[in-house]
Structures are given as structure tokens and as C-alpha cells.
């Protein structure tokens, strides 16, 4: 079905709104002309009034002057174009889906305010749309953001959740929750709408993760700078895959089979150790028994400082605050989510179904 924009939508309510309101008052200005004018009853004068206007040619209620019949000329001439004006805009409104879209817009709106704890990909280009896929894949929470028609209309088609705006307001990503979010990923065409969407996102909501996409050297810099915590440049992380698909294809091809799941043996997955929850914390990792317990292995820690800890001993301490990255299959993972507290994912998310 074809998307009417929402510019559209309000254009035409609006148009509406106003076409009724003047019908209004050229009621209430025939009802007050024969009343005070004619010196008729207010029962006659609104009688005289729905007729004029409604042009059923039931006659004149009481007799009529000269003035009187010239301003119920008036009056029907202003009626008949007030009353085309309106079943044009309705005629209109129903050939092009006003009531259909007005009714999804309604249910997208309460959707974007149902949302928490979600994910925020601005852009549906090439890019916009594998991110998607593999968001969709993790079966986490998110809200596609794009500006063009044929964009949203694809990422409908697709099933996802979209809103169309400009990336680059406030307004818009206060539509999309960004409040609510957790993570937002620029990946809109023009380097300057993604240091724009980064520096609007980190204003309005300081804690979220803005992972943001770059064309060139200096453009990475500067979205660093802007408050990104990560950025990717398509042409740099494609340069050093190649390469290592040319000096080391079997560890490439490990690697993205753990990380996109696609052997459905083995998974990564992060958990944030919560004091409150994890009753590990202050032990270290050989008392803890994790691996026997569960089998995943723990490559790294993260500590709350930025600190990477990677392939940590037995003597290795859980503190507070700590990131698990984690190694298995997916029935380990999620025994070690359960014997952790259970442990919170910083996904929000349980490991995928092998």
C-alpha cells in the first residue's frame, strides 16, 4: 500500500478542520441574519439556514424582501462551494488512504511510546537495511528512522517498525523514544547528517551508545570528537576483512560464524555483572567455577575503567561493573545467564535458539 507522508496526513486533517469550521460559521451567519435581520425565530431562522445550505428547494420559511433573497443567493452560492470544497478533500482523503494511514499513524505513535530499552538505526540504506536484518536475526528491540518515502515504504513491507522524519532533529528522534533508547546507529549517507544525528542523540540522551558510520579518515575523527563511541568506516573494516580473508580465511571464518551465529554452534554473547544480582562479584573466576558449571567459556573482561582483560586467569577477580565476554553454545549461555543471578545482558536479550 502506498504510504501517505505524514506531512500529508496533517496537511489534509488540517484542511479538514478548517473547511468544517467555516461551514460553521456560514450556519451560524445565516441563522443570525434571518433571526436579527429578518426579525424571524431562532427555530425558523436555523430551519431557513439547512435548507438554504443543503439547496433541497423546499421553499422560503417566511416571505422574503429583495435583501433577503440577495443574501440567501449569497448564502447558497457560499454554501455549495464550502460544502464542494469539503467532499472534494473527502473524496480525496478516502481515494488516497486518509483514514487507513491516520489509523497506522495513531498505532505507530503509541508503539514508539511503548518502546524502552530499544535500538534506533537512522537510515535505510544498503547499510540501514543488513543492520536490520541482523537486529531482526538477535531479536532485539528497534525503530528504523528515514526520510524518504521509498525507504519507508521498503522498511514497512519488511516488517519493521519505522517512523519518517529527518534524523538530524530533535524532534524526530524524541518521536522514535531516543530517551528510551539504548543505542543509536548513524548510518545515513552524508558524514555530516550522521555527526549531526550523533550530537543530537548524545544531547538529548547522554547515556546512549552512538555507533556511527564514516566515509573518510577525517570524518571518523570528527565523529569521535562528536561523542561516538564507536565508528565504523565501510571502506577501512572491508580493506582489513579482505586481508584477512586472503592471510588467515579459516579464522575469519570462524570468527564471523561466532559472531553472526551462522553455524548455530557456537555464540558470543556479553553480560554486565550487577552487584545487586550476580553473586560472584569478589570472587575470582576459579572459585566462581563458571566453565565447569556451565561450559561457556569467558574470553575477556572489561572492566568499568575501559581496562580489556583478555584470556583471563583463574586468579582473576569479578568486580563490579565488569562486562563477561563469553564463548558457547547456546544452551551454555543461557545456563550461565541463569546461575549468574541471573546475570543482565547489555542486549537486554537471551542467547539465540541453536
Not at 152 to 175: F, N, P, W
Request: charged content about 20%.
Amino acid at each position: 500500500m502506498y504510504l501517505i507522508p505524514e506531512q500529508k496526513y496533517q496537511r489534509i486533517q488540517k484542511e479538514l478542520i478548517l473547511a468544517t469550521i467555516a461551514l460553521c460559521c456560514v450556519f451560524l451567519l445565516g441563522t443570525l441574519w434571518y433571526c436579527l435581520v429578518e426579525g424571524w425565530s431562532w427555530e425558523d431562522a436555523a430551519y431557513m439556514t439547512v435548507i438554504t445550505l443543503a439547496t433541497v428547494g423546499y421553499g422560503e420559511t417566511n416571505p422574503l424582501g429583495n435583501r433577503g433573497r440577495l443574501f440567501t443567493i449569497a448564502l447558497i452560492l457560499t454554501g455549495v462551494i464550502n460544502i464542494g470544497y469539503i467532499v472534494n478533500l473527502f473524496t480525496q482523503a478516502v481515494i488516497e488512504g486518509y483514514f487507513q494511514e491516520g489509523i497506522r499513524i495513531r498505532q505507530q505513535r503509541r508503539l514508539m511510546e511503548s518502546l524502552s530499552g530499544h535500538y534506533i538505526i537512522c537510515g535505510f540504506s544498503r547499510t540501514g537495511r543488513q543492520i536490520a536484518k541482523e537486529f531482526r536475526a538477535e531479536g532485539v528491540s528497534f525503530v528504523v528512522i528515514d526520510s524518504e518515502v521509498e525507504s519507508v515504504q521498503r522498511a514497512q513491507t519488511e516488517g519493521y517498525i519505522v517512523y519518517q522524519g529527518d534524523a538530524t532533529l530533535d524532534e524526530s528522534l524524541l518521536r522514535v523514544g531516543i530517551e528510551r533508547a539504548i543505542c543509536i546507529v548513524a548510518a545515513l549517507p552524508s558524514d555530516a547528517e550522521n555527526l549531526y544525528t550523533v550530537l543530537s542523540a548524545k544531547t538529548l540522551n547522554p547515556g546512549i551508545r552512538a555507533i556511527a558510520r564514516a566515509s573518510t579518515e577525517e570524518a571518523l575523527q570528527k565523529l569521535q570528537r562528536g561523542g561516538a563511541d564507536a565508528v565504523i568506516s565501510p571502506y577501512i573494516t572491508g580493506g582489513k576483512r579482505m586481508a584477512a580473508a586472503a592471510l588467515r580465511p579459516q579464522i575469519l571464518d570462524f570468527v564471523d560464524g561466532i559472531l553472526s551465529g551462522s553455524d548455530r554452534q557456537l555464540y558470543m554473547e556479553e553480560f554486565l555483572l550487577e552487584p545487586a544480582y550476580c553473586p560472584f562479584v569478589g570472587q575470582t573466576l576459579q572459585k566462581a567455577k563458571l566453565r565447569s558449571q556451565t561450559g561457556a567459556l569467558v574470553l575477556a573482561i572489561r572492566r568499568t575503567d575501559g581496562n580489556l582483560i583478555g584470556g583471563p586467569t583463574g586468579d582473576t577477580v569479578l568486580m563490579p561493573g565488569d562486562t563477561l565476554i563469553c564463548m558457547g553454545t547456546a544452551e551454555q549461555l543461557r545456563s550461565l545467564n541463569q546461575i549468574l543471578g541471573p546475570i543482565v545482558s547489555q542486549k537486554l536479550r537471551k542467547p539465540k535458539q541453536s
